[in-house]
């Protein structure tokens, strides 16, 4: 079987398919043959050596889809055949890959392999940021990367919610794709510096919630971003960690701010119960068109090219690797 294995800390090269034994199902799980694969951003954090290094060479990848082929000892409710969309703790970039048969969920008809691939870690993130932070009706909301895949979901889900939602994005072109993501604004940062124009478009109140994945070196403009009693949630760190200076930050604003962090395993362990029907939920935003997500087609053989594309900015929505 082939599998894509990270054998050092470093760029895209050090991502290898090689051919390893295929592995079975143990008590509770389900086999699934994989028809997609999504990449997350913070499998390539983890190849860049941010945060805990794996023994190496690790497997890599979480989300994956495709049908059933072989069950464990104990599943009940899943058979061979079945269409599902698996979590993993590593081990996606493959052929095939094993996990709980609790986190195995059915996908239904109208909705794609690769759409599926893509709910676990964006489609989830994005569901769990914007309910956890009872965003109603009534709520402005700034998503960072608007149009990449977490950002895409946001722009459905919102518009779903019926918030006000708006989009940080690097270019025109990838503002076309927030834009039918169903953001209700759009701000092209290296055209309008991204804390007036929140401003402008609040008509000087601020946002109520900011959904930051890039922390680095200018995290202190999504305080300035927020409105009186509005909250920062840090998701991510595509630019890197914040300085200690720029997290507490917030406690000079005098405008009673509150900073968040999100882990989407936390969220997973606390709600595993919640997990199917938060999945039915995404799946509906795309039978129903409220989610619009790109996807990009990639082989499993090319995953070194997807992660330097992912890496350069140069991708919208999700890229999804075929074996």
């Given at each position: 079987?082939?599998?894509?294995h990270?054998?050092?800390?470093?760029?895209?090269?050090?991502?290898?398919?090689?051919?390893?034994?295929?592995?079975?199902p143990?008590?509770?799980?389900?086999?699934?043959?994989?028809?997609?694969?999504?990449?997350?951003?913070?499998?390539?954090?983890?190849?860049?050596?941010?945060?805990?290094?794996?023994?190496?060479?690790?497997?890599?990848?979480?989300?994956?889809?495709?049908?059933?082929?072989?069950?464990?000892?104990?599943?009940?409710?899943?058979?061979?055949?079945?269409?599902?969309?698996?979590?993993?703790?590593?081990?996606?970039?493959?052929?095939?890959?094993?996990?709980?048969?609790?986190?195995?969920?059915?996908?239904?008809?109208?909705?794609?392999?690769?759409?599926?691939?893509?709910?676990?870690v964006?489609?989830?993130?994005?569901?769990?940021?914007l309910?956890?932070?009872?965003?109603?009706?009534?709520?402005?909301?700034?998503?960072?990367?608007?149009?990449?895949?977490v950002?895409?979901?946001?722009?459905?889900?919102?518009?779903?919610?019926?918030?006000?939602?708006?989009?940080?994005v690097?270019?025109p072109?990838?503002?076309?794709?927030?834009?039918?993501?169903?953001?209700?604004?759009?701000?092209?940062?290296r055209e309008?510096?991204?804390?007036?124009?929140?401003?402008?478009?609040?008509?000087?109140?601020?946002?109520d919630?900011?959904?930051d994945?890039?922390?680095?070196?200018?995290?202190?403009?999504?305080?300035?971003?927020?409105?009186?009693?509005?909250?920062?949630?840090l998701?991510?760190?595509a630019?890197?960690?914040?300085?200690?200076?720029?997290?507490?930050?917030?406690?000079?604003k005098?405008?009673?701010?509150?900073?968040?962090?999100?882990?989407l395993?936390?969220?997973?362990?606390?709600r595993?119960?919640?997990?199917?029907?938060?999945?039915?939920?995404?799946?509906?935003?795309?039978?129903?068109?409220?989610i619009?997500?790109?996807?990009?087609?990639?082989?499993?053989?090319?995953?070194?090219?997807?992660?330097?594309?992912?890496?350069?900015?140069?991708?919208?929505?999700?890229?999804?690797?075929?074996?």
């Open positions: 079987m082939k599998i894509v990270m054998t050092a800390v470093g760029g895209p090269e050090v991502l290898k398919l090689v051919d390893v034994e295929e592995p079975r143990g008590p509770g799980e389900v086999r699934v043959a994989n028809r997609a694969i999504a990449i997350n951003f913070h499998e390539i954090n983890e190849r860049r050596g941010q945060g805990e290094t794996p023994e190496l060479p690790a497997p890599m990848g979480s989300d994956f889809a495709g049908p059933i082929d072989e069950v464990g000892p104990g599943v009940e409710r899943l058979k061979v055949g079945d269409r599902v969309v698996g979590l993993a703790p590593r081990g996606a970039y493959a052929e095939k890959t094993c996990t709980a048969g609790m986190l195995a969920i059915p996908i239904p008809d109208g909705v794609t392999d690769e759409q599926a691939a893509a709910c676990p964006a489609g989830l993130t994005a569901y769990f940021l309910h956890n932070n009872h965003v109603g009706p009534d709520t402005t909301v700034v998503a960072y990367a608007g149009a990449g895949s950002g895409c979901f946001v722009g459905g889900i919102g518009k779903r919610i019926g918030c006000t939602t708006i989009a940080l690097s270019t072109e990838k503002a076309e794709i927030a834009k039918r993501a169903g953001y209700t604004h759009v701000v092209v940062y309008e510096d991204p804390v007036a124009a929140v401003g402008r478009l609040t008509n000087g109140g601020g946002a919630l900011v959904l994945s890039v922390g680095g070196p200018s995290f202190e403009q999504s305080y300035d971003m927020c409105g009186a009693e509005g909250t920062v949630v998701f991510g760190h630019a890197g960690d914040p300085s200690e200076k720029a997290l507490l930050s917030f406690l000079e005098g405008k009673n701010l509150g900073l968040r962090q999100y882990f395993g936390t969220t997973v362990a606390a595993l119960l919640e997990l199917a029907q938060t999945y039915e939920s995404l799946f509906a935003g795309f039978k129903d068109g409220d619009y997500l790109p996807i990009t087609r990639m082989p499993l053989a090319e995953v070194q090219e997807a992660h330097r594309r992912i890496e350069a900015q140069e991708t919208v929505g999700k890229i999804i690797l075929e074996p």
